[in-house]
């Protein structure tokens, strides 16, 4: 069922064709999508052309997602996959957002992956601040990015990344250049926020060094940043 989130795009313009079906082949979505409740509003930040945001939708159709990116362009399209879905087999819309904007509500879950390279590390600051705000209690905030090791697979993944940002423009980054930070220290400020954080290693078997972390919002619990 799963894999029907990649066979919408089978429309789509040629390098979105392509984009999604790498990216469906190098980025681990289940592990992504097990941190996430099974049900309840979820918000994708950052979907880009929609193809996470329509795999948690297809997994658990309990779930209503949301994906909201900055490049409109790539809503259009998450919208057209979208469109193809059948009546009952997932709950998932688009949005055009604003820079650095948080849509409106209480979330159960806020999902980012692979977003947060492309801005400046204030920003990247600042945007897990507005999601940990945007969660509901007892709700997660998941974050997928790029750790800073192994080494190998960090400097593969910057130099893949840099040719896909600054040469195929396949992405577009926030201000002069990639900015990775270290997966500890984005839980760290998710902590500060309250939220009680763990993070870990997801990368066994990918040539990327795929780390998640899982910040879970509740009134009642002390916050603590540990790995896993």
Same mark, same amino acid.
């Given at each position: ?53 329509? %795999? ?28 193809? +879905? ?14 650095? %904007? ?25 945007? +897990? ?32 990344? $840099? ?15 990639? $900015? ?9 400020? +998710? ?6 954080? $763990? ?6 078997? %990918? ?22």
């Amino acid at each position: 069922m799963t894999q029907r989130a990649a066979e919408l795009f089978a429309g789509a313009p040629r390098a979105t064709r392509l984009h999604t079906r790498l990216r469906w082949w190098w980025c681990p979505f289940p592990q992504i999508a097990a941190a996430v409740p099974d049900a309840g509003d979820v918000l994708e930040v950052g979907c880009g052309h929609g193809l996470l945001s329509l %795999y948690l939708g297809l997994e658990s159709p309990r779930r209503r997602v949301v994906g909201a990116d900055i490049d409109g362009a790539k809503i259009a399209e998450a919208k057209e996959a979208a469109g193809k +879905l059948r009546p009952g087999e997932a709950s998932v819309s688009f949005q055009a957002v604003d820079p650095g %904007y948080v849509p409106d509500g209480k979330w159960d879950a806020i999902v980012i992956a692979d977003v947060l390279y492309l801005l400046p590390e204030e920003d990247q600051h600042a945007l +897990l601040a507005a999601c940990a705000y945007a969660v509901r209690s007892g709700g997660v905030v998941v974050v997928k990015e790029m750790a800073l090791n192994p080494r190998w697979k960090a400097a593969w993944n910057r130099a893949q990344e $840099t040719l896909a940002t600054k040469v195929f423009r396949v992405t577009d980054s926030v201000g002069s250049g990639l $900015t990775f930070v270290d997966p500890e220290r984005m839980a760290s400020w +998710l902590s500060a926020e309250g939220l009680t954080t $763990t993070h870990r290693r997801i990368d066994y078997g %990918y040539p990327w060094p795929h780390h998640l972390i899982v910040a879970t919002a509740s009134a009642n619990a002390s916050t603590s940043d540990s790995s896993m």
